[in-house]
């Protein structure tokens, strides 16, 4: 059973340009988190997402992030007209269900994303 | 709002000693700890996971304990390695609540 995959692993872009992220979760599992880590700071939720659905997105911002988790295919998270302060790795979880003693969430390899 | 502080944000210590990780919680009402390892470059690794319930668990050379009403946890390794070098998060989840609020971390270096 695979673990959670992200790619890429690493990402450059430039201002202005769009960073999409993908996330394919473990075999069976249907919820998905993404989590932001700035340098030197621990991570911060940003986003919950059960297929074709949003459960909670109050950590992402308003503007320029998006992010989506179709019937089909990983979960993207999609970050328009990058700014330099986006550079940040970026960590997607899973998990079987949400709620109870038995749902721990899986942690992919993360996506490093660099603006220069 | 739940506050994770871990301290010290680094520690440097030889081969074979004992040492503790620290990891403190302004809200007493977590659902479940977790303690992890990231390495430079790479993903997350669960090491230990205490429920509200427990008081501690075990896994090899390390052992977490909770103190919900202090909103405390340590980490304990034993016989500390230079393979144990390494960034330490712990993580709160919050009762009823998916988010895990993470520390910023423990840098720990072990000389050989």
């Known amino acids: 059973n695979a673990g959670v995959m992200q790619n890429p692993r690493h990402l450059v872009r430039r201002r202005g340009q769009e960073a999409r992220l993908r996330c394919s979760p473990m075999?069976?599992?249907?919820?998905v988190y993404w989590y932001r880590q700035l340098p030197e700071e621990g991570l911060k939720f940003m986003v919950y997402l059960q297929k074709e659905n949003i459960i909670d997105e109050s950590g992402m911002p308003k503007e320029r992030f998006s992010a989506e988790f179709p019937k089909e295919g990983p979960s993207i998270l999609r970050i328009q007209q990058v700014v330099r302060g986006d550079s940040a790795a970026y960590f997607c979880?899973?998990?079987?269900?949400?709620?109870?003693?038995?749902?721990?969430?899986?942690f992919g390899p993360g996506t490093r994303l660099t603006v220069l | 709002k739940q506050e994770v502080t871990q301290i010290p944000a680094a520690l440097s210590v030889p081969e074979g000693e004992n040492l503790v990780l620290n990891c403190s919680f302004t809200d007493s009402a977590i659902y479940n700890l977790q303690w992890f390892r990231q390495d430079p470059g790479k993903g997350l690794t669960s090491l230990l996971l205490?429920?509200?319930s427990q008081r501690e668990q075990t896994s090899g050379r390390l052992n977490a304990s909770l103190d919900k009403s202090s909103g405390r946890s340590t980490l304990y390794i034993a016989a500390s390695q230079p393979g144990d070098s390494a960034t330490y998060l712990c993580?709160?989840?919050?009762?009823?609540?998916?988010?895990?609020?993470w520390g910023a971390g423990t840098k720990l270096i072990i000389k050989p």
């Open positions: 993580a709160v989840r919050m009762d009823s609540n998916y988010q895990l609020i």
């Open positions: 075999k069976g599992h249907s919820h």
């Open positions: 205490i429920q509200s």
């Open positions: 979880a899973s998990s079987q269900v949400a709620g109870g003693p038995t749902d721990t969430q899986y």
